[in-house]
Nanobody, 120 residues
Framework: QVHLVESGGGLVQSGGSLRLSCAASGILNSINVMGWYRQAPGKQREWVAHISRNGVTNYATSVKGRFTISRDNAKNTVYLQMNSLKPEDTAVYYC??????????????WGQGTQVTVSS
């Protein structure tokens, strides 16, 4: 079993920054990719970014250049630095972990979510 705990959400003004953290615990041998999804009210959950164990990253077009994903393998923690936030970034952000990026969206391992609200 893998347990994920997010932190760092909150309320910020447009143009501001937030950093989300996700700490993983449990049996992590099979976890190679960690990432973030988000879900805005009335919308489907969407992929934001992911990072492999060796540090290869990938971003959704909507956040590229504004968000940075990173990980500390020694701490089993992944981070999402969010800069130049926009009201449309408002959502619940979920941490996710899986063996491969292609199966990230259908992973069994999700955090509880953390709310990010960007005011205009």
């Amino acid at each position: 079993q893998v347990h994920l705990v997010e932190s760092g959400g909150g309320l910020v003004q447009s143009g501001g920054s937030l950093r989300l953290s996700c700490a993983a615990s449990g049996i992590l041998n099979s976890i190679n990719v960690m990432g973030w999804y988000r879900q805005a009210p009335g919308k489907q959950r969407e992929w934001v970014a992911h990072i492999s164990r060796n540090g290869v990253t990938n971003y959704a077009t909507s956040v590229k250049g504004r968000f940075t994903i990173s990980r500390d393998n020694a701490k089993n923690t992944v981070y999402l630095q969010m800069n130049s936030l926009k009201p449309e970034d408002t959502a619940v952000y979920y941490c996710v972990a899986d063996r491969h990026w292609a199966t990230l969206g259908s992973s069994d391992y999700w955090g509880q979510g953390t709310q990010v609200t960007v005011s205009s």
